[in-house]
C-alpha cells in the first residue's frame, strides 16, 4: 500500500549548518515525490516536486531533494540553515495508478542561530 | 497576478448541516487541488479537478464532493457535517495535473470550517 515516513517529528540545526529533513515512501509504479513547507501563520507552501529523470531536484529558497529510488528515500536538504527556514515540512507521494496523493506526518525544523 | 482566494475564510456549522467552500485559481490555472487539514490525521488530499473533470481521489466518503466550472474555480461541498469534519480546508491551483510536469502549486490562505 502506498505510504510516505518522515521519521522524525523534529530537527534541530544550527543557523549556517547543512540540514537534511528525511522522507521515505512506499508506492508501486513510479512515484511523483512533493515536498511542501508550512511556516507559522502563512499557509502551505509547494517547495519541490520529482518526477522522473535527474535525482537531484532544485526547489524554492535554495532547498533541494535527493531521491534515492533504491532507498526509498526523497529527502529534503539545503546547504545552509537559515532561522527564517524553521517551519512545518511535508513529504508526499502521488501514486499515477492510484491517483491518491498520501502525506507524511510532518517534521518541524527549528533552525536556531 | 492575484493569488489563490478561498471564500468563506470562516465558517461556523452545526452536525448534519451541509456546507460548500469556494476556491478561485491563479488566472489560466486549470487545475484545483483540495486538502483537509486537522491536528490528528495531519494533511490529507480530497480531489484534484483539472478542466472540469475530477482526475484524482483520496480517501475520503461520498459526503465530501467538488465540481470546477468552466472558468476554472472550483467548489467543494460536505454534507451531512460531523464533528470530525472540523478542519482546515485548503485549495491550491496549478498549471498542470499534480501528475503533470514540473509546476509550481498555488495554495489558498484556507477555509476553517467548525462543526459544533
Known amino acids: 500500500a502506498q505510504s510516505v515516513a518522515q521519521p522524525e517529528d523534529q530537527v534541530n540545526v544550527a543557523e549556517g549548518n547543512p540540514l537534511t529533513v528525511k522522507c521515505t515512501y512506499s508506492v508501486s509504479g513510479n512515484p511523483y515525490l512533493f515536498w511542501y513547507v508550512q511556516y507559522p501563520n502563512r499557509g502551505l507552501q509547494f517547495l519541490l516536486k520529482?518526477?522522473?529523470?535527474?535525482?537531484l531536484v532544485k526547489g524554492s529558497y535554495g532547498f533541494e531533494a535527493e531521491f534515492n529510488k533504491s532507498q526509498t528515500s526523497f529527502h529534503l536538504k539545503k546547504p545552509s540553515a537559515l532561522v527564517s527556514d524553521s517551519a512545518l515540512y511535508f513529504c508526499a507521494v502521488f501514486e499515477g495508478n492510484t491517483g491518491k496523493l498520501i502525506f507524511g506526518q510532518g517534521t518541524t525544523l527549528q533552525v536556531k542561530p | 497576478k492575484a493569488g489563490v482566494t478561498q471564500t468563506p475564510r470562516y465558517l461556523i456549522k452545526t452536525r448534519g448541516q451541509q456546507v460548500t467552500l469556494s476556491c478561485s485559481p491563479i488566472s489560466g490555472h486549470r487545475s484545483v487541488s483540495w486538502y483537509q487539514q486537522t491536528p490528528g490525521q495531519g494533511l490529507q488530499f480530497l480531489f484534484e479537478y483539472f478542466s472540469e473533470t475530477q482526475r484524482n481521489k483520496g480517501n475520503f466518503p461520498g459526503r465530501f464532493s467538488g465540481r470546477q466550472f468552466s472558468n476554472s474555480r472550483s467548489e467543494m461541498n460536505v454534507s451531512t457535517l460531523e464533528l470530525g469534519d472540523s478542519a482546515l480546508y485548503l485549495c491550491a491551483s496549478s498549471s498542470r495535473q499534480l501528475a503533470g510536469g514540473q509546476e509550481t502549486q498555488y495554495f489558498g490562505p484556507g477555509t476553517r470550517l467548525l462543526v459544533l
Open positions: 520529482y518526477i522522473t529523470g535527474d535525482n
